[in-house]
């Protein structure tokens, strides 16, 4: 997008740095400010504009709402030597998924694979940084989580039951690049809707359906809950039952093991104070425990040759595999910044000053 959209571009520094004025002036410890801004701007740099900056948005309205502890006591209420159960104690997601993933990390390179589920939470940003870091320690990773409240309508339905319910997925590589699928069970992530809010555009058609269950455009209607995301596949001849398959299979994951509420309970989001009791679930697996060090890794390199040799219909768009392009965005921005559209920066803007915290987006 060009300049005289009002779009300005920052280095990540100064995105984490407004991120985390914010932060602190809300009353979040240091150390969890740190983890949570550095994970946060991850996601604006390799382009998952949904899950960074643009969420602070979102967390003020829940922190306001008393949804949302800003200085959590996180623990450990179950171990075993290969699971664990963390209690969030109703913050973001950030530090518990962190402490999720360390641990998943441990005790799969002991035991061969670990599964750690986190409740008592909220929000933990995009899902797949948590793999990638299984993945850099040389194992498999999974993650899914479920959401803040009920906004997608199930395959011929028109009511909401369930949530944008992302799975990430992470396998280790040697010659290329780690193969890294992180995606939302809809047929976008529920961010794209609110991005698409705060710069007043319209949603293309397919991506939410009003309370009849025809085509929305208006974003604000959607957020006005008179309207529903719709299962990745949009319609079911176009697959949505496969979407809305895999969105149940990550509601049982995440509050099953973790003991949240179903984001199909009446009060889920808004069930116990402080707490918008959203549940997670890691899962690491050591290839070693399967096969000889590095046998994985060169089946995981020879699909990704295989996939990079199809024939591409246009010359000029080559065949990519999952987390080539979020990796290409990241190579980009380092060198040109993180575009901030006027709509969010003004936002933001506004936000820092309600909460007496510095403004850097200037």
């Given amino acids: 997008m060009a300049e005289s959209d009002g779009i300005k571009r920052y280095p990540a520094e100064a995105l984490r740095n407004q991120i985390a004025a914010c932060l602190t002036a809300w009353g979040m410890p240091d150390d969890q400010v740190e983890i949570t801004a550095n994970v946060m701007v991850d996601a604006d740099k390799c382009g998952i504009d949904t899950h960074g900056l643009s969420m602070l948005t979102t967390y003020d309205f829940r922190r306001r709402e008393g949804i949302l502890t800003m200085a ?7 171990e075993t030597p290969v699971s664990a159960l963390i209690d969030a104690g109703g ?3 950030y530090v518990p998924s962190m402490m999720a993933t360390k641990m998943c990390i441990e005790k799969a390179k002991k035991i061969g694979m670990a599964g750690i589920a986190v409740g008592n939470s909220n929000h933990f940003g995009a899902t797949g940084y948590y793999t990638r ?96 995301q719709t299962p990745l596949g949009g319609t079911r001849e176009l697959g949505s039952h496969k979407g809305y398959g895999l969105a149940a299979m990550v509601e049982i994951l995440s509050a099953g093991l973790s003991g949240c509420s179903l984001v199909t309970h009446p009060q889920h989001g808004y069930r116990r104070p402080g707490t918008m009791d959203i549940g997670h679930f890691f899962l690491a697996i050591d290839p070693t425990a399967f096969r000889p060090a590095g046998e994985f890794e ?65």
Avoid: C
């Fill in 133 to 228: 870091l299984m993945a850099a320690e040389g194992l498999i990773g999974m993650a899914v989580t479920n959401g803040s409240g009920p906004r997608t309508a199930p395959t011929f339905g028109k009511e909401p039951k369930l949530s944008t319910n992302p799975i990430a997925f992470t396998a280790p590589a040697k010659r290329n690049a780690n193969f890294n699928l992180d995606m939302a069970t809809t047929t976008v992530a529920a961010g794209k809707i609110r991005n698409k809010a705060n710069e007043s555009q319209p949603l293309p058609i397919g991506w939410a359906n009003d309370k009849d269950g025809n085509p929305l455009t208006d974003a604000n209607l959607y957020f006005s809950r008179d309207g529903t």
């Fill in 298 to 362: 060169e089946t995981v390199d020879q699909l990704i040759d295989d996939l990079h040799a199809t024939k591409p219909v246009d010359p000029n768009q080559p065949v990519l595999v999952a987390g080539e392009p979020e990796n290409m965005m990241r190579a980009e921005r380092e060198k040109i910044g993180i575009p901030v559209p006027p709509g969010l920066r003004g936002k933001i803007r506004d936000i820092a000053k309600n909460s007496n915290a510095e403004f850097f987006l200037v």
């Fill in 72 to 78: 959590p006591t996180i623990t450990v209420v179950k």
């Fill in 91 to 93: 913050g973001l997601g």
